[in-house]
Every structure is written in structure tokens, then in C-alpha cells.
């Protein structure tokens, strides 16, 4: 039986584990696959979200302007890493097809319902909120009111309704860089009406890696063993946050319910792009493709706030791992 409940995806990137390797996540050798200054209107592209669209693959990308202002781009790519940005940021409308006024966006996730792409992100609704949107087509894109109430990051939507209900995950701050952070879970019938807000997971634990705050990472992926969610874990030092990825699994039916979670982290800033940029020692997780078949999972992170990699797991190899090295706080 297939351990991914979705669909087969032949054509994700993947490569296989580097021998001698016993990572559970190793990196892409050809990372970083979007470097300093890919179009003109964007600095740095990272932190940013890819799906599989048509015989390709579409996504929204972070685009940093060259004000330093975070933005959203639309792209499009045949094998999942040569990413044609477009080069003007998204226009958002309204329902009745009329331009949206947007401020800073950033950190989207996107994910398909239906034939229809939902993304939400950082949006600005006096503070950092959860942004959401639609598009079918990832040239026009509308937007649908925000689901939460500043301050809020790190919205994540659910690929599914469950038990009937939409649910969507999000980590309540305060207007700058939280030294806190919990992930909490909110539910709604209709992606309007949003309710039920309960705290999911925290910050803390044994090991220091997610000690400061931690945020929902890619979209969960459905599988027999509960719903995989990749997220970020970020710990305090002398210099800085340093942000690491980790994984948790939800029980299907209960999304409130955590079952499994890495007690180390699966993969942390050590190579050059990942710990020298514009904001060093970050490896921040917006997007997960797979494919069912083969359990192949390929994650996009954003490194050092400056670039966009990939990274590589197997999921037999990585729920088994997160059974044997679990801690659940
Ligand atoms: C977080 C977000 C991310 C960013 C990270 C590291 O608070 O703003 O977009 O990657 O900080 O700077």
C-alpha cells in the first residue's frame, strides 16, 4: 500500500541519497536553483511555494524588491527547478475584478482544492496577518478576506476538508521578529468563517533547535500514518536566530491531535548558501511536492533569506525515523 494518500508525480525533482549519507533529508547538489538577483524587479527570491500545475509545475515566489520590500511573484517551471518568474509582482482583485492596494507579502504557501489554487501568506492588515487568495490559472489572482486577526505568520492551509471543515494552521505574534511562537489550528465550513481555535503545538523541548518559536512549514501531505507537516524551528544565539526544519505527524482524522514529532532537526543551515546571505544560518520550508508512487517528497526552503533550495526525503524512510526519534511536548 502507498503510505502518501495523493497523486503520483513522476516528474519532482529527485535525486537519491548521496551514498555514505544517513541523513533522513539530504540537500539538492545543484541547490541553490535561484540565486541573487534573478529578474530585475526581485533581489532575493526564497521562502517561496510550488505545486505541480498542468505537465509542470506553477507557484507563487518571495520576491524581495530592490527597495527591500517583499513581494509576490507568479512563476512557472517545467522540471520544478528552472523557475520562469514572472517579471512583475502579482496584481491581486478583488471579487468584482477590481485591483487590490497591497503592501508587503510574503512567506506563501499554495496548495490545490478542487482545481482550484488557494495561497495564503504574510499579508499587511495593519501588521503581519495571514493573507488569502485564489488563482486557477497563476496569472489572475483573487483574493478572499483574510481568515484570521493581526498579528499572525505562517498560515498553512489543509489539502482537504476534514470531517467537513476546512482547517488551516498559524502562529499568533506580535508586530515584529516574536521571540515566542505556537502553532495553533482553526477550523471553518466555508474559508470565511473561521473558529474553533485551539494551540497545537509549542516552542521548547529537550534540545534547543525549535527552543525560541517554531511556525508551520509546506502544506501537509496526507498519508496512512496521519497528516506530514514539515516545519520551521528557530533557537536563540549570541547572533541571531538560527532556523532549522523539522517534521510532525497529525493524526488524520483529528488534526489536533500531534502524533509524532522530530526530536532533532532533519535539516539545519551548514552549507554556504544556507548560513552566508542576507540573513544568515536560515532554512525556512514554504513547499512540498511528492510523489505518491514512489513516496519521493522534494521540499523547497528558503536559505539565508537570499536563496531557493531544495531538499530531499523518502517517506517510509522518514515517518519510520520520526517513530524511533520522536518527542511529543
Ligand atoms: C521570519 C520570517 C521569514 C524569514 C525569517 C528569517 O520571521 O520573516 O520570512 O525567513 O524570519 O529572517
Given at each position: 500500500m502507498k503510505t502518501i494518500i495523493?497523486?503520483?508525480?513522476?516528474?519532482?525533482?529527485?535525486?537519491?541519497?548521496?551514498?555514505?549519507c544517513t541523513d533522513v533529508m539530504w540537500r539538492f547538489s545543484k541547490n541553490p536553483i535561484i540565486g541573487w538577483n534573478p529578474i530585475p524587479k526581485a533581489a532575493r527570491v526564497y521562502n517561496s511555494a510550488i505545486v505541480p500545475f498542468?505537465?509542470?509545475?506553477?507557484?507563487?515566489?518571495?520576491?524581495?524588491?530592490?527597495n527591500g520590500r517583499a513581494?509576490?511573484?507568479?512563476?512557472?517551471?517545467?522540471d520544478g527547478i528552472q523557475i520562469d518568474l514572472a517579471p512583475e509582482p502579482i496584481e491581486w482583485l478583488d471579487e468584482n475584478g477590481k485591483p487590490v492596494p497591497t503592501s508587503y507579502s510574503y512567506d506563501p504557501r499554495v496548495l490545490e482544492i478542487d482545481g482550484i489554487y488557494y495561497i495564503t501568506w504574510c499579508d499587511d492588515m495593519k501588521g503581519p496577518s495571514i493573507g488569502l487568495g485564489k488563482?486557477?490559472?497563476?496569472?489572475?489572482?483573487?483574493?478572499?478576506?483574510?481568515?484570521?486577526?493581526?498579528?499572525?505568520?505562517?498560515?498553512?492551509?489543509?489539502?482537504?476538508k476534514i470531517n467537513g471543515n476546512y482547517f488551516l494552521l498559524s502562529r499568533p505574534s506580535d508586530t515584529g521578529h516574536t521571540p515566542f511562537g505556537n502553532i495553533f489550528i482553526s477550523e471553518s465550513p466555508d474559508l470565511i468563517h473561521w473558529g474553533h481555535h485551539s494551540f497545537l503545538m509549542?516552542?521548547?523541548?529537550?534540545?534547543?533547535?525549535?527552543?525560541?518559536?517554531?511556525?508551520?512549514?509546506?502544506?501537509?501531505?496526507?498519508?496512512?500514518?496521519?497528516?506530514?507537516?514539515?516545519?520551521h524551528g528557530v533557537s536563540g544565539t549570541c547572533n541571531g536566530f538560527v532556523y532549522s526544519i523539522g517534521a510532525?505527524?497529525?493524526?488524520?482524522?483529528?488534526?489536533?491531535?500531534?502524533?509524532?514529532?522530530?526530536?532533532?532537526?532533519?535539516?539545519?543551515?551548514?552549507?554556504?548558501?544556507?548560513?552566508?546571505?542576507?540573513?544568515?544560518?536560515?532554512?525556512?520550508?514554504?513547499?512540498?511536492?511528492?510523489?505518491?508512487?514512489?513516496?519521493?517528497?522534494?521540499?523547497?526552503?528558503?536559505?539565508?533569506?537570499?536563496?531557493?533550495?531544495?531538499?530531499?526525503?523518502?517517506?517510509?524512510?522518514?515517518?519510520?525515523?520520526?517513530k524511533e526519534h520522536s518527542e511529543v511536548f
Open positions: 495523493g497523486k503520483n508525480a513522476p516528474n519532482i525533482p529527485w535525486e537519491d541519497k548521496p551514498s555514505g498542468k505537465e509542470g509545475f506553477a507557484g507563487v515566489f518571495r520576491g524581495d524588491q530592490r513581494t509576490l511573484f507568479s512563476g512557472f517551471s517545467a488563482t486557477t490559472d497563476f496569472k489572475t489572482f483573487t483574493r478572499i478576506p483574510n481568515p484570521l486577526m493581526p498579528y499572525n505568520r505562517n498560515g498553512v492551509l489543509f489539502p482537504r509549542g516552542n521548547g523541548g529537550e534540545g534547543w533547535w525549535q527552543g525560541t518559536k517554531i511556525g508551520a512549514g509546506p502544506v501537509p501531505i496526507e498519508t496512512n500514518e496521519g497528516w506530514l507537516m514539515f516545519y510532525v505527524l497529525l493524526d488524520r482524522d483529528n488534526p489536533r491531535k500531534v502524533l509524532y514529532r522530530t526530536r532533532d532537526y532533519l535539516l539545519t543551515p551548514e552549507k554556504e548558501y544556507e548560513t552566508v546571505g542576507f540573513v544568515p544560518n536560515v532554512a525556512f520550508p514554504c513547499a512540498n511536492i511528492y510523489d505518491a508512487e514512489t513516496g519521493r517528497i522534494a521540499i523547497y526552503y528558503g536559505a539565508a533569506d537570499t536563496y531557493t533550495a531544495i531538499a530531499f526525503c523518502q517517506v517510509d524512510e522518514l515517518v519510520a525515523y520520526m
